[in-house]
């Protein structure tokens, strides 16, 4: 008897380090995958960061300018249609022909004058006019170069080497002697956060996109939050069950995981072919993302009605209160904080998305600023589309600048909605 339970104990005792190491072997498999996504993450960070940092950094020349009027064709500097006609850019031209007098040839001036950005012509008419004693002075400037020499400049000093590129020879030998005699310099790229979009990459920026994606967030939040709410509080509290109940439930569980394109699609066809809302404004792209964010909101909304515990509504009747009173006065109050995470949420993935605003023409090529919900407009994943698209090199940079503002957009509504779950929900 003796050896049998001896026996039965060693079996017993086998299983369990059996067992064991099987859960020791779950727990390691779930550590390495978690170390796997994290190393997943640090590598796309680091590829995109490497690859962007350099963009919010700008390559000037130093030049001295002669305002000449013969040269810019103004008598009148408050004419304003000698100014929008003034050739600013013979000007920048005789500047670098002054610096580098030795150059002949077309091909050679032609090189020599890409020096210079093609929007320093703005920013001379743009210093003239607020200082019109400018005309027939001289003064010292800092211009902003041209984006093959912006990306030259960049690369000087890499492990890689410097990034020629279409820099001829010549060219490089002309950046050569300007950075020996101090005439270029690297500053801060404002460019990038106060200018829209570009086919110059060097004056190209995330200012157009991102009030786009600013006016359109507001659109899907002032409409889909609302809409959202009150359809998880009827459907929480007011619904009877019956099929009716249960098929709209299923169909906004299913909208949930519907492709973003869809929903694209379902603008096209309605908001822009039947009610002719103009394409690419941000009323019609949050119009879509609307529709595409309401089961997300509707959702996390009726989970969170559902964690508000019966007692407090039977307490609330049992005092006297209406259905509607029990809803307002105490289950939305307790409820918000779980509303307010899901709608958050989903502004995150609105903020992201591409797909459906590619249908409803957003990805127009828009050079100005929007300055409302009716101004044609792009937004920031659209953006980055299409720089993504563009052949410069100089474009690579930008697109990887950019796409750090979006996700560090991302992760700040993705942490407001964490810091709000936790300091207003309350557990029961």
């Known amino acids: 008897m003796t050896d049998l339970n ?5 079996r017993i005792q086998s299983s369990l380090a059996k067992r064991y190491r099987a859960e020791k072997r ?10 796997f996504g994290l190393l997943c993450v640090v590598i796309l960070f680091t590829d995109i960061i490497s690859k962007g940092y350099k963009a919010f950094g700008q390559t000037y020349i130093q030049l001295e300018v002669t305002y000449d009027a013969s040269t810019l064709g103004i008598t009148d500097v408050n004419d304003s249609q000698q100014l929008a006609l003034a050739d600013f850019h013979g ?4 500047a670098l022909k002054s610096r580098f007098a030795d150059v002949s040839g077309r091909k050679a001036k032609r090189d020599l004058y890409g020096l210079i950005s093609n929007g320093a012509g703005y920013t001379l008419r743009d210093r003239l006019v607020a200082n019109p004693e400018l005309l027939n002075q001289t003064e010292t400037l800092w211009l902003v170069a041209d984006d093959d020499i912006d990306t030259y400049y960049k690369s000087i000093g890499s492990d890689a080497g410097a990034f020629t590129g279409r820099m001829s020879e010549q060219r490089q030998g002309w950046v050569d002697q300007l950075v020996e005699s101090n005439d270029v310099e690297m500053r801060v790229n404002r460019n990038f956060f106060t200018k829209g979009d570009s086919r110059e990459p060097e004056l190209a920026g995330i200012r157009g996109a991102a009030m786009g994606s600013l006016f359109t967030l507001i659109i899907t939040l002032g409409l889909s939050f609302p809409i959202g709410v009150a ?4 459907l929480e509290e007011f619904a009877p069950r019956n099929r009716w109940t249960d098929l709209i439930e299923v169909n906004i569980n299913n909208l949930a995981a519907v492709p973003s394109i869809i929903f694209g ?6 908001f822009i072919n039947f009610f002719h809302v103009p394409r690419s404004v941000p009323v019609v792209g949050g119009l879509v993302l609307t529709l595409m964010t309401l089961p997300t909101i509707i959702i996390s909304s009726r989970a969170a009605i559902k964690a508000v515990p019966p007692s407090i509504r039977d307490a609330a009747i049992g005092v006297g209160a209406s259905p509607m009173q029990v809803v307002l006065h105490h289950v939305l109050p307790l409820a918000m904080p779980g509303m307010l995470t899901g709608a958050i949420i989903g502004m995150a993935q609105a903020l992201g998305e591409t797909a459906p605003l590619l249908m409803i023409g957003m990805v127009a090529f ?9 101004d044609p407009a792009t937004v920031l994943p659209v953006q980055i589309f299409l720089w ?4 410069e090199r100089a474009f690579v ?23 709000l779950r936790k300091r207003l929900e309350r557990r029961w």
């Open 265 to 270: 699609l379902l603008g096209l066809a309605i």
């Open 366 to 374: 828009i050079v100005d600023v929007p300055g409302g919900f009716t």
């Open 388 to 391: 993504a698209d563009s052949p």
């Open 231 to 234: 359809a998880a509080v009827y």
């Open 6 to 10: 001896k026996s039965r104990a060693e």
């Open 397 to 419: 940079e930008k697109t990887s600048a950019a796409i750090m503002v979006l996700l560090a957009f991302l992760i700040l509504m993705n942490t407001l909605a964490v810091v």
């Open 26 to 35: 779950f727990q390691m498999y779930g550590y390495a995958a978690i170390a």
């Open 91 to 94: 000007i920048v031209k005789k």
